[in-house]
Every structure is written in structure tokens, then in C-alpha cells.
């Protein structure tokens, strides 16, 4: 009985690990040139959507307020391979999304259109960003309605939807440890051909310098 309890709190504590890592909620600031980039881990075929609204910095109340409307952010995504999967001006205030094809580190970078806007200049922005994966994407409300689905319904498909999501992760994990294992795999290979070279080059030096040892004692005739 123990022992089924410890294995329920070590499954509880591997899906709540799941669920939070895909949802990430963050502000950070960014000055008039500068870019921000973000480095997510997401498996193959995942939506990911991102929200976020921004703040300009007043000087005169040395407060953030809402940004006006003529402020706008650009958003890039890169894939593992560096392609750019998307690239695109959005408002002061707005939402992206995008589904990766590729399983890995996506990059995702922010930054402002204060080269067009003047009253920025100088000034400092801050941005709140909510990155949403997986199944975290969904807006069960919206399907519901659209689909007309009871409240069990929705349930059992958001059941689903995270059973799949949780498949992903796992697929994930094991595409990330046969990676490390090649790694390992050829480094250990690199050090081993290196310990023969080491050894080669020890022996050769060994032979010729009992060789020329041997050399130097002919030529005063001690041997």
C-alpha cells in the first residue's frame, strides 16, 4: 500500500512538472533597439500561442503605462534548424501562434517598431509575455460553444488532448536522450582514438630516442 502511494505522489509530481512547463508567464524590459529572445523546448506538431500587451515608461509620473496604439512589436520564431517559421508586426497589444514541425529549442525574439515611433525614443518598454503549449492553448469555451459539447464531452477531449500532450513530451524525452547518447556515444569515440594517438606518439618518441641514444654511444665508441 505504501509503495502504490509512493509511485501515485512521484506520478503526481511528473505530470504537475508537465503542466507547468508549458505554460510560462514572464514580464521583461526592453530599451528602443533592443531585442529580446526566449528559448522554449517544444515537441513535434505543438501549437504554441503567445499573448502579450505592453507599457511605456512615464517620466514625469516614473511609472508603466499602457502603450498607445501607434506602438507596435515584431515577432520571430526560429526553429532548431534556424528557420524562421515566423515573422510578423503585431500591435501594442496583441497574440501569435504558431506550431512547430520540428521537435527541439525554438527561439522566439521580440522587439519594437521605435525606429517609427518617436515618442519612444529613449524611453523604456516593458512587456508582459504568456507563452500557452499544447493542449494549454485550447479555449475549451470556445470549443464547447462551437461544437456544442456537454460538459462531460469537453472534459473527456481536454482528457485527451493531455494524454496526447503528455505522449509528445515522453516522444520528446527519448528523441532528446538518443541525442545525448550519440553525443556521448562519439565523444567517448574521439577520446579513444586521441589515448591511441597519445600512445602512438609516446612509442614513436621512445623508439628514437633509443635509437639515437644508441647512436651517440657508437659514435664515442662506449659500446
Not at 172 to 180: K, S
Request: a neutral charge.
Amino acid at each position: 500500500m505504501a509503495a502504490v502511494r509512493m509511485w501515485s505522489a512521484v506520478l503526481s509530481f511528473f505530470l504537475l512538472n508537465i503542466f507547468y512547463g508549458l505554460v510560462t508567464s514572464l514580464y521583461f524590459h526592453i530599451g528602443e533597439t533592443e531585442k529580446k529572445c526566449f528559448v522554449e523546448e517544444i515537441p513535434d506538431e505543438t501549437m504554441i500561442i503567445g499573448n502579450y500587451r505592453t507599457q511605456l515608461y512615464d517620466k514625469h509620473k516614473e511609472e508603466f503605462l499602457p502603450a498607445t496604439q501607434g506602438l507596435g512589436m515584431f515577432v520571430e520564431v526560429k526553429d532548431p534548424d534556424e528557420k524562421m517559421i515566423l515573422s510578423r508586426q503585431y500591435g501594442s497589444e496583441g497574440r501569435f501562434t504558431f506550431t512547430s514541425h520540428t521537435p527541439g529549442e525554438h527561439q522566439i525574439c521580440l522587439h519594437s517598431n521605435s525606429s517609427k515611433f518617436s515618442l519612444f525614443a529613449g524611453g523604456m518598454l516593458r512587456v508582459h509575455l504568456d507563452i500557452q503549449v499544447g493542449e494549454h492553448a485550447n479555449n475549451y469555451a470556445e470549443i464547447a460553444a462551437k461544437d456544442k459539447l456537454s460538459e462531460l464531452q469537453v472534459r473527456v477531449r481536454q482528457l485527451v488532448e493531455q494524454v496526447d500532450q503528455i505522449q509528445k513530451e515522453q516522444n520528446y524525452q527519448r528523441y532528446r536522450e538518443e541525442r545525448f547518447r550519440q553525443t556521448s556515444e562519439s565523444t567517448n569515440q574521439r577520446v579513444l582514438w586521441w589515448s591511441i594517438v597519445q600512445t602512438l606518439i609516446l612509442v614513436a618518441i621512445g623508439i628514437w630516442q633509443m635509437r639515437h641514444l644508441k647512436s651517440f654511444f657508437e659514435a664515442k665508441k662506449l659500446v
